[in-house]
C-alpha cells in the first residue's frame, strides 16, 4: 500500500511532478507523509497540496532514507547524481528520465505489460519508459502474444508538453503573436522550440544521432525491444505537433503469425488501461487529454495485405500514462508486491 | 506553348483557382485569353486578374469550343457533369476532382514521373492526382527505378486548407477562440470540421470505407498504384494537423533490390522538382507553404534492418505542387507536344 509509505518527490515544480500532485491528492494521499525536494535553486519555495503549504526541500542536503520512495520527475542529471544516493540509503527510486532506462541492471517497466519485473527485483532503481514508448508496448503487448509482432512502423503525433514547459510556452507565445489566417503575419522570429511551432510540425525530437534518427525516435526503438523483445524491429518518425496533451501515433505493424482482425480486436478490448474505440476516433485534445487512458482506435488491416498486416490509431496523455501516472502504478504494485511477501 | 492559348478556369473562386491565379499573373498569361467560368451562383461577379476585372461567367451556357483548355478546380459533381461537355466540344480538360482519376481511359499525371502519357494521348480530360499522393510519388519514383518499391507505409500531416475553405476557417475561428493554454478554456462547441482541429489533430480525412480505411488514404494507396506500378503495396494513415498549407509524410518504405543510401541520395537530388535536404528539416511553415516544390529530407536507413528498407519526411504545398501547379505543368507539357507534333 503506497498510503503508508513516505514518498519523496524530485522535480515537484515541472509538469510530470505537478500531473503527479494531482493523482496523489485525488487519491487522498496525505501530506504528513510527502516530501518534496528539488535543487537548490527551488529549495525553500512554497508548494500547496490539498490545503496545505509545504516548503521543497534541497536535495544535496536531503536525507533519502527518511522515505520509503522517491519519485524523480527531473532530468537525466538529476537521476544520475542523486538516484544512486538515494537508492544507497535504502529508498526505492523510480526514474522518469532516460538515465537508467537501458541499464541491463534496472527494470523498465510499464505494468499491464512487464509487471513481472517489480516481483523480487534486486534492483532500487526502477526506470519509466519514454511517453511514446509507453503507449506503443500497451497496444503492441496483447498482439504480440497473440501472434508475434514482427515489424512495426510508426509516425507520432507528439504534444509541445512533451518538450517540457518551455514548449508549452512556445506553442503558447506564437499562438497569441497570430494575426490572421494569413501566415505571412505572425511574428515569429525567435522560436523557443528552435523552430517554429504554432501552424507547423516540427519532424525532429531531441538531437539527430550519426544514423539520421532522433534520440526520441531511437528510445522508441530500443525501449520496446527491452521491454517486449530484442526480436522487435521498430522503426519511428517521431514529429512534434501543435497539441498541448497527448501523444499520438500511427502504427502499422506486421506479425510473424496471422492474426484475425476480431481476435485482435479482442485482445485489444481486454487489455487493461486501453479504452478500444470501434466507431469513434480518439483524439489528444478530445480523449488523451487529464486521463490515464490509452485510446486506440481505427483497427484495420493492410488493403492489399490482409493476413499478418494491421494498422491501428492510439492516443494517450504524455503526462499522465506516459509519464507520472505509470510511475505511481509502478509504486503501487511494487508495495503491494512487497506486502505480499511480507 | 500554353501562353498563346485561350483557356477557361472553372472554380475560379476556391484556393486552388485563386493559385492558379497567382501562376498564370506570375507568368504574365494574358487576361485576354483567360475566362472565368462557375455556377450561376457565382456568375456576374468580378475577379481582378493582373489589373483587369474579369467577370465570371455561368458554367451552364458557356461555350467551351471558345477555349483551348479548361482548368477545372471544382468539385467531382462539376466536372463529371461538365468534362465531358467541355471535351465533346473540342476543348482540353485539366481536372483536379476526383471523379476521374481512377478512369482508366483517363491518364492520371505528374508530370515529372509519368508526363509521357501526354504524348500522343487519345484522352481530352487529364486527371490531376490528390495532394497528398502527387509528393509521394515524386519522392517514390527515383527510388523505384534503381530498386522497384515493393512496401510503402506513409502517415500524413495535412494541412487544412486540404478540406478548402471551410478548413482554414475552422482552425482560424477556433485559434481566435483561444484564451490560454488552459484547453479547458477555449471555447469549441461546434468545430466546423466535425471535431476541433486547433491544439489537436483529426486521424480522419473524407469518409469511413468498410475497410476501416477512409477515402483519402485509399486515393494514396489507388492512385500510387495506377501511377507507378500496380504492385506497389501502400498503406496510409492519413491525418489532419493545425497547419495551414502544406501536407507532410513520414514515409518508411521497403525496396524489393537492396538500395545504397548514397545512391537513393543522388537519384533524389537528380530528380527535376523535388528540394533533397541534408542537414536542413524541412517544415510546412518555414519551406512548402506558397511554392511549387517538394521538399525530401530525413532520409535514412531503417535502424536495425537496413539493406532494404529507407525512411524519409517531405512537405509540399497541397494548393501548388499538391494541386494548381501540377495541373498547370499538364497543361504546358500538353502544348508543347501537340506544338513538337504539329
Same mark, same amino acid.
Given at each position: 500500500? @503506497? ?40 529549495? *525553500? ?5 490539498? $490545503? ?29 547524481? %542523486?538516484?544512486? =544516493? ?7 527510486? =523510480? ?20 509487471? %513481472?519485473? @517489480? ?10 519508459? $519514454? ?35 518551455? *514548449?508549452?510556452?512556445?506553442? !503558447? ?20 522550440? *528552435? ?6 510540425? =516540427? ?19 530500443? !525501449?520496446?525491444?527491452? =521491454? ?6 521498430? $522503426? ?9 496533451? *497527448?501523444?499520438? !501515433? ?36 478530445? &480523449? ?13 488491416? &493492410? ?21 507520472? %501516472? ?14 505480499? $511477501?511480507?
Amino acid at each position: 500500500m @503506497l498510503i503508508s509509505k513516505n514518498i519523496a518527490i524530485v522535480g515537484v515544480t515541472g509538469q510530470v511532478g505537478q500531473v503527479l500532485l494531482k493523482i496523489l491528492a485525488a487519491k487522498n494521499f496525505p501530506a504528513s507523509q510527502l516530501r518534496f525536494v528539488a535543487s537548490e535553486r527551488s529549495a *525553500g519555495k512554497q508548494i500547496h497540496y490539498q $490545503n496545505q503549504a509545504l516548503t521543497v526541500e534541497d536535495i544535496a542536503s536531503f536525507d533519502f532514507s527518511k522515505v520509503d520512495l522517491a519519485f524523480f520527475a527531473a532530468g537525466s542529471e538529476v537521476a544520475k547524481h %542523486y538516484a544512486p =544516493i538515494a537508492a544507497n540509503a535504502g529508498c526505492i527510486v =523510480i526514474d522518469k528520465s532516460s538515465y537508467f532506462r537501458m541499464d541491463p541492471a534496472v527494470p523498465l517497466v510499464v505494468p499491464e505489460v512487464n509487471g %513481472y519485473l @517489480l516481483k523480487n527485483s534486486p534492483s532500487k532503481i526502477f526506470a519509466v519508459p $519514454n511517453c511514446s514508448t509507453i503507449p506503443l508496448v500497451m497496444a503492441l503487448k496483447p498482439l504480440h502474444d497473440l501472434a508475434i509482432v514482427e515489424r512495426v512502423e510508426v509516425a507520432t503525433y507528439q504534444a509541445v508538453s512533451g518538450a517540457g514547459i518551455k *514548449g508549452v510556452q512556445a506553442l !503558447e507565445d506564437e499562438i497569441k503573436s497570430f494575426k490572421n489566417s494569413d501566415i505571412t503575419e505572425y511574428d515569429n522570429k525567435v522560436p523557443k522550440l *528552435g523552430f517554429p511551432i504554432a501552424f507547423n510540425i =516540427i519532424p525532429k525530437i531531441d538531437d539527430f544521432l550519426p544514423s539520421g534518427y532522433t534520440k526520441e525516435e531511437m528510445k522508441m526503438t530500443d !525501449e520496446t525491444k527491452k =521491454i517486449l523483445s530484442p526480436e522487435i524491429l521498430v $522503426n519511428a518518425t517521431a514529429v512534434r505537433v501543435s497539441v498541448w496533451q *497527448g501523444h499520438s !501515433e500511427a502504427v502499422h505493424l506486421r506479425t510473424v503469425k496471422p492474426l484475425e482482425l476480431a481476435a485482435a480486436t479482442q485482445a485489444l478490448k481486454d487489455f487493461p488501461g486501453i479504452q478500444f474505440c470501434e466507431a469513434e476516433i480518439p483524439m489528444p485534445f478530445t &480523449h488523451a487529454a487529464n486521463n490515464p487512458i490509452v485510446w486506440l482506435g481505427r483497427l484495420r488491416r &493492410h488493403p492489399q495485405d490482409s493476413a499478418h498486416y494491421l494498422s491501428f490509431w492510439l492516443t494517450c496523455d504524455n503526462l499522465y500514462k506516459g509519464a507520472a %501516472y505509470n510511475a505511481l502504478q509502478i509504486a503501487e504494485k511494487l508495495f503491494d508486491s512487497l506486502a505480499k $511477501n511480507a
